[in-house]
């Protein structure tokens, strides 16, 4: 996971504040994790209409939790691939601020296998958390920080009832980083 370069001058306060804030706040039931288990329950049947069924109550509970507008959802067939020039890569999902909508895919691009619920519920938290950058924090756009993935891990874990990892952070460029694995894994 690589971060986004920092914008222009005059999105750069929204900017920081994205990058600094590394939690969100969380329920202190299990509202979460049961409709999260119903995403995983759609999964296992496969079919489109019950997993964004699912999908849709998980983002009631959360959008109703951070006092957010709901969003809408979209579920997919197959990813679609954009290639570059010599490699692919594959959308998981996507959220567009107009129309609030989320959009996830639920097969992988050329083998059309399942998604595991892992990767599609850490792919809802991570475009639910787009939501929440315009809707609840006010930010001028929505960034990939380490802040963001910071919140979006925070409330995956807490839909999985798993226990968050502390994340380590590498710099790539100037005001770029990407997640030290080996360190994260280690906790120290
Ligand atoms: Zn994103």
């Known amino acids: 996971m690589l971060t986004d370069p920092p914008p222009r001058k005059h999105e750069r306060t929204s900017f920081s ?5 590394g939690t969100l706040d969380l329920p202190d039931d299990r509202r979460f994790l049961e409709a999260a288990a119903l995403v995983e329950a759609a999964i296992e049947g496969e079919l489109a209409a019950d997993i964004r069924k699912a999908c849709d109550q998980f983002l009631t509970e959360t959008a109703a939790f951070y006092q957010v507008p709901g969003c809408a959802v979209r579920v997919l067939a197959a990813r679609p691939l954009r ?3 010599n490699w692919a890569t594959e959308l998981f999902g996507d959220y567009n601020p107009e129309t609030m909508l989320i959009r996830l895919w639920m097969r992988t691009a050329v083998r059309k296998q ?3 619920f892992g990767t599609f519920l850490s792919t809802l938290c991570h475009e639910f958390c787009h939501h929440l950058d315009f809707q609840r924090f006010g930010f001028r756009n929505s960034w990939h920080t380490r802040g963001f993935y910071e919140r979006a891990a925070t409330l995956y874990h807490c839909a999985r009832n798993t226990s968050p990892k502390r994340i380590f952070w590498v710099p790539v460029s100037p005001g770029r980083w ?4 080996p360190r994260t894994n280690r906790g120290r």
């Open 178 to 181: 990407r997640i030290d694995w």
């Open 114 to 116: 399942m998604t595991s």
């Open 17 to 21: 504040e994205s990058d600094r804030i």
């Open 83 to 85: 290639i570059r020039e």
